[in-house]
């Protein structure tokens, strides 16, 4: 699901906010779903549906936008935690059934990952106590329906972020608790094996009552937690590796050189991303795939910076590569340029990484299978394939 298009929206706090496009195709389900109880809910609220200002839909549309703005307040709880622990938070992403905050590194100390995970249901509650509140106290009709509304689905939202399931706050929660005993990987285990009991459950009860949304949470479930696992392992596997070792050697190319001087490029290097050297000193990449959503008759006269994407950092190529996994599976092209001394020197590319999982992954079930070293380390990589289309940085 991340892989799919987000929009920047707003900066707070140093953090970029993003809009994901699923949330989008979730906004008119909300409405309608809202709208069509606008009656009821009305009525559980101790109002007359006729005094309220806006409407059905109207307030199924202001509803919704109370839904994700909790959402956001939510994200920004753990924002504000794991900056006070010395974490860099780089941006958090509105999407369907929740947030996303994109972290440098996750907490290593269990304790320290107990209260980045709980402070978001503790937000929520709190947020849900406020909203009680301003009922309680509005004599107002469309404050009390408002107060009533999001107080509800506040409780909701922490009720269900404390499930003990990846990827809520309280699969993580449940993790920092058995690492303490047993450790980070043997207690995500166990986490994901609670997890996928959630999801086979959720699952078996939308197929049941014909539900998309207790599917859809379901899915989210599952593949939140085997993510969650399989980027463990990763940083496991990768411990040790710098950027640089995996980094692909890629002059960059100016900003204001056309679109035909730079697929010239492409195609010369054999490259389909690469670096740009920016005028405002921000990390950015050009893709083929942007080049080709230009009409060859208009490349002449586009710009490289008129289709660049701008991610969020660079990488030192001292800097360990398991640091950077979450920022380089969301960048564009899923790439990242590569400096040394504060010049750019290449791009570390997912797929590049993916054969050096591959071969780690290798090398440990050599291991285990004869108990022995077999072969030259794997984990650095000197000598790149020719499909690669460059050199090792």
């Given at each position: 699901?991340?892989?799919?298009?987000?929009?920047?929206?707003?900066?707070?706090?140093?953090?970029?906010?993003?809009?994901?496009?699923?949330?989008?195709?979730?906004?008119?389900?909300?409405?309608?779903?809202?709208?069509?109880?606008?009656?009821?809910?009305?009525?559980?609220?101790?109002?007359?549906?006729?005094?309220?200002?806006?409407?059905?839909?109207?307030?199924?549309?202001?509803?919704?936008?109370?839904?994700?703005?909790?959402?956001?307040?939510?994200?920004?709880?753990?924002?504000?935690?794991?900056?006070?622990?010395?974490?860099?938070?780089?941006?958090?992403?509105?999407?369907?059934?929740?947030?996303?905050?994109?972290?440098?590194?996750?907490?290593?100390?269990?304790?320290?990952?107990?209260?980045?995970?709980?402070?978001?249901?503790?937000?929520?509650?709190?947020?849900?106590?406020?909203?009680?509140?301003?009922?309680?106290?509005?004599?107002?009709?469309?404050?009390?329906?408002?107060?009533?509304?999001?107080?509800?689905?506040?409780?909701?939202?922490?009720?269900?972020?404390?499930?003990?399931?990846?990827?809520?706050?309280?699969?993580?929660?449940?993790?920092?608790?058995?690492?303490?005993?047993?450790?980070?990987?043997?207690?995500?285990?166990?986490?994901?094996?609670?997890?996928?009991?959630?999801?086979?459950?959720?699952?078996?009860?939308?197929?049941?009552?014909?539900n998309i949304i207790l599917l859809l949470i379901a899915f989210f479930i599952f593949a939140g937690a085997q993510t969650e696992l399989a980027f463990l392992l990763s940083r496991g596997l990768l411990k040790g590796i710098r950027a640089g070792d995996v980094a692909i050697e890629v002059s960059p190319i100016a900003e204001n050189q056309n679109l035909i001087a730079c697929a010239d490029r492409m195609i010369k290097e054999r490259q389909t991303v690469l670096p740009v050297i920016t005028t405002s000193g921000e990390s950015a990449l050009v893709s083929l795939g942007r080049i080709r959503t230009i009409p060859s008759e208009f490349r002449d006269t586009t710009r490289v910076r008129d289709i660049?994407?701008?991610?969020?950092?660079?990488?030192?190529?001292?800097?360990?590569?398991?640091?950077?996994?979450?920022?380089?599976?969301?960048?564009?092209?899923?790439?990242?340029?590569?400096?040394?001394?504060?010049?750019?020197?290449?791009?570390?590319?997912?797929?590049?990484?993916?054969?050096?999982?591959?071969?780690?992954?290798?090398?440990?079930?050599?291991?285990?299978?004869?108990?022995?070293?077999?072969?030259?380390?794997?984990?650095?990589?000197?000598?790149?394939?020719?499909?690669?289309?460059?050199?090792?940085?």
């Open positions: 699901m991340m892989g799919l298009k987000s929009w920047k929206i707003a900066r707070i706090r140093g953090v970029d906010v993003n809009l994901h496009i699923s949330l989008l195709l979730l906004l008119p389900y909300l409405v309608l779903a809202i709208g069509s109880r606008f009656g009821s809910v009305a009525r559980d609220a101790g109002v007359s549906a006729e005094a309220l200002s806006f409407g059905a839909w109207g307030w199924g549309f202001i509803c919704a936008l109370g839904l994700f703005a909790s959402i956001l307040i939510h994200e920004f709880g753990h924002v504000m935690v794991a900056q006070t622990q010395g974490t860099r938070v780089d941006g958090v992403t509105l999407m369907m059934l929740g947030g996303l905050s994109t972290m440098d590194r996750p907490p290593e100390r269990p304790f320290a990952e107990f209260r980045l995970a709980i402070i978001g249901p503790l937000v929520s509650l709190a947020l849900a106590g406020c909203f009680l509140a301003l009922e309680s106290a509005s004599t107002q009709p469309d404050l009390k329906f408002l107060g009533f509304w999001l107080s509800r689905t506040n409780l909701a939202l922490a009720v269900f972020n404390l499930l003990p399931a990846f990827p809520m706050d309280g699969g993580r929660a449940l993790r920092s608790l058995l690492a303490v005993k047993r450790g980070q990987l043997k207690a995500t285990q166990t986490a994901v094996k609670v997890s996928t009991v959630f999801a086979w459950s959720f699952g078996v009860m939308g197929a049941l009552s014909l660049m994407s701008v991610v969020r950092r660079s990488l030192d190529k001292q800097e360990a590569i398991s640091d950077a996994l979450s920022e380089l599976a969301t960048s564009p092209g899923g790439s990242l340029p590569v400096t040394s001394d504060g010049k750019i020197i290449g791009i570390v590319r997912a797929a590049d990484l993916n054969e050096v999982l591959q071969l780690k992954r290798l090398e440990e079930s050599a291991i285990l299978s004869f108990g022995t070293h077999v072969g030259e380390p794997t984990g650095v990589t000197t000598e790149p394939s020719e499909k690669s289309g460059g050199k090792a940085a």
